[in-house]
């Protein structure tokens, strides 16, 4: 499968705890983004990264909330302290340099109890 | 910011009728969007874009519309089959810096009866 991948696909958390979630991008794309989506919602970006560069970040995400692409290829987005408020869908997209087309992975759906 | 409204938020048709969706967006700037259908429990698929510098553009029964002076665009699907049920979002993007941010409407669950 040469698409995006996200793992888990699925996580259960207690509140209080961390989670990490893993993006695998398609291999030749430089840009990788990440998004949070709730029922009836669209995908609301996070945090957008080109190569390993992370060159933007929502004002809307918190600070429990840090994102990596160290070696500018897969993806760590983590939550620290999760609250019933995080519950959500993590959607992780990658485009390439030459054009703005972003091709979504399936999601790592959170439940924080 | 960019901010986009998306219209209706459900739409119900029968199979074989036209299905339109709205979104307007706020920003001059944005020059790209992009359509997205996500079925249940799916990742969200690209099925159609359009470019600032295009009217019009159509692929099979779908087909995308921009006006850019008022600032809105357009998803038309017809003949519409029970297979087309899903959330359809619109997005609008502007180049920031290198950037290529998007902003989503909050989408249209399309049902189509059999």
């Known amino acids: 499968d040469t698409g995006v991948s996200q793992d888990p696909r699925h996580k259960i958390t207690k509140r209080g705890q961390n989670v990490t979630f893993r993006c695998d991008p398609i291999?030749?794309?430089?840009?990788l983004y990440w998004y949070r989506q709730t029922l009836g919602q669209g995908p609301e970006f996070l945090t957008y990264?080109?190569?390993?560069?992370?060159?933007?970040k929502s004002r809307l995400l918190s600070d429990r909330f840090s994102a990596e692409r160290p070696k500018g290829s897969f993806s760590t987005l983590e939550i620290q302290r999760t609250e019933q408020g995080d519950s959500a869908m993590y959607l992780c997209?990658?485009?390439?340099?030459?054009?703005?087309?972003?091709?979504f992975g399936p999601g790592t759906r959170l439940l924080v109890l | 910011g960019e901010n986009v409204e998306q219209h209706p938020s459900t739409l119900s048709v029968q199979e074989g009728d036209s299905a339109v969706i709205k979104c307007t967006y706020s920003?001059?700037?944005?020059?790209?969007f992009p359509w997205y259908k996500q079925e249940l429990g799916k990742r969200p698929q690209l099925i159609i874009d359009?470019?600032?510098?295009?009217g019009e553009k159509k692929d099979q029964r779908i087909a995308v519309t921009l006006n850019k002076t008022a600032k809105h665009f357009s998803l038309h699907i017809t003949e519409t089959q029970p297979e087309d049920s899903a959330v359809y979002f619109c997005?609008?993007?502007?180049?920031?810096?290198?950037?290529?941010?998007?902003?989503f409407g909050r989408g249209t669950s399309l049902i189509v009866h059999p």
């Open positions: 291999s030749e794309h430089n840009r």
């Open positions: 359009i470019r600032s510098n295009v």
């Open positions: 990264f080109q190569n390993e560069a992370q060159l933007e």
């Open positions: 920003d001059s700037a944005s020059n790209y």
């Open positions: 997209a990658s485009s390439s340099g030459s054009t703005e087309t972003q091709y």
């Open positions: 997005a609008a993007i502007a180049r920031s810096g290198g950037s290529y941010i998007p902003t």
